[in-house]
């Protein structure tokens, strides 16, 4: 990882990451909510964040144009550049021969960081692959990492630089905490292994082609995991915790991979969550408005 950052430091206003997404992916949209938390998102929000005149609702996100968007540790920031590539599992665009370059297992999301041109005297430099990454729980675990490193090593160059003892701004997704952090993990596996992979349209185009009805076939799998799910929060809540996300009171990646899901599940089956499992959808009121899903949302994107 440290070679990695040394890399990223090296070229830091030469550098691009290409998100290869299907919007309506809740695999992709957890990932685009980690891009948002550790600030690698289009700095345009930024701009709607700090301006109450903008409309948030007409907020929208261009595929295939380049994004500005500044990492920043106190005074120190990190610039690069992020574009977001649509591959359509409707059209199969996933087993397009360019795309399984980046993942040969035809799925999203993929994450590529590279060098744009650098005007120098060492050609090699341009348009070089820093870093290629798929699996949304990965993704989301590897930039945490970044985030965290890339903290560390600004606010090192600023102690040398300045002299100054700032705060690391360390806010993770991944609990320090170890219980959090199983908790957390464990509604994200719940969702990550036991929901999605048994619904997503290459099983249900399976399913499709072998008469089987893929309806039943999804509903019954949300079923057995947000059961589960429901267990846990009903847990917590009678164990008077106060909390006010899946786990504790902080943004954890159990968040992150929830709030998709339900909304998946409310907009594409027949389960009646709000009924069925009514600490989950509490849960999923309380926290869909939020900007880390509001600016991630499938509907942002063109």
Not at 97 to 123: A, C, D, F, R, W
Request: hydrophobic share 35%.
């Amino acid at each position: 990882m440290q070679q990695l950052i040394n890399n990223l430091l090296k070229y830091h206003n030469h550098l691009k990451f290409t998100f290869y997404h299907f919007p309506p992916s809740t695999c992709s949209w957890r990932v685009r909510c980690a891009l948002y938390f550790y600030q690698f998102y289009p700095n345009l929000i930024n701009n709607l964040d700090n301006n109450p005149n903008l409309n948030n609702n007409t907020f929208q996100i261009e595929h295939d144009k380049n994004y500005s968007t500044i990492f920043s540790n106190n005074n120190n920031h990190f610039n690069l550049n992020i574009e977001f590539k649509n591959i359509s599992l409707i059209k199969k665009e996933n087993e397009f021969e360019n795309y399984l370059k980046i993942n040969e297992m035809k799925q999203v999301p993929s994450l590529v960081i590279s060098t744009t041109s650098i005007h120098g005297n060492n050609e090699n430099n341009e348009n070089q692959i820093l870093f290629k990454g798929t699996q949304s729980l990965p993704l989301i675990e590897f930039l945490n990492d970044l985030s965290l490193q890339l903290n560390t090593n600004l606010n090192n160059q600023q102690q040398l630089n300045k002299n100054l003892n700032n705060n690391l701004n360390n806010k993770s997704l991944i609990p320090k905490d170890n219980l959090l952090k199983y908790k957390s993990l464990q509604i994200s596996e719940i969702i990550n292994s036991g929901i999605q992979p048994l619904q997503n349209i290459k099983c249900l185009r399976y399913l499709k082609k072998n008469n089987c009805n893929e309806m039943e076939w999804s509903e019954m799998w949300i079923r057995n995991g947000l059961q589960q799910i429901e267990s846990i929060l009903l847990l917590e809540n009678n164990n008077k915790y106060g909390n006010n996300k899946s786990v504790g009171n902080e943004w954890t990646i159990a968040d992150i991979c929830l709030i998709p899901q339900i909304e998946a599940t409310m907009s594409r089956t027949r389960i009646n969550v709000e009924r069925e499992f009514p600490n989950i959808f509490k849960l999923y009121n309380e926290l869909k408005d939020e900007p880390i899903f509001k600016y991630t949302h499938q509907n942002v994107f063109i």
